[in-house]
């Protein structure tokens, strides 16, 4: 059975730093992209970053574009976000997520991944 689970949230004031983990179990992680996606109270879930399967190739969303890092660590089956100079509105819970088998690209689109975590929640507060 495929399954992703997050880690590493907390409470941080603006500044702060945190890492998140996304580990797999029940598959290859190697074969997939995997990207991490956050929504905050009343919003969309959106994409903040995304890794491709070899770890050559990244995005990350405009305002986490210089703060936050992706990686991976395909032997260990694990995924890490890793996050400095945190602000107010980087509030959210904070999925990790993978795309199907056959894709070798990122994506920005929720309905483009099709294994999601439960999420970890990430509050900044002052």
């Known amino acids: 059975q495929l399954q992703l689970v997050e880690s590493g949230g907390g409470s941080v004031q603006p500044g702060g730093s945190l890492t998140l983990s996304c580990d797999a179990s029940?598959?290859?992680?190697?074969?997939?992209?995997v990207g991490w996606f956050r929504q905050a109270p009343g919003k969309e879930r959106e994409l903040v970053s995304c890794?491709?399967?070899?770890?050559?190739?990244?995005i990350f969303e405009e305002t986490v574009r210089g703060r936050f890092t992706i990686s991976r660590d395909n032997a260990k089956k694990r995924v890490f976000l890793f996050m400095v100079n945190l602000k107010l509105e980087d509030t959210a819970v904070y999925y990790c997520?993978?795309?199907?088998?056959?894709?070798?690209?990122?994506?920005?689109?929720?309905?483009?991944?099709?294994?999601w975590g439960r999420g970890t929640q990430v509050t900044v507060s002052s």
């Open positions: 997520a993978a795309r199907r088998l056959t894709e070798a690209l990122c994506n920005t689109y929720v309905d483009q991944y099709d294994y």
């Open positions: 029940g598959f290859t992680l190697a074969a997939y992209v």
């Open positions: 890794i491709d399967r070899g770890g050559d190739w990244t």
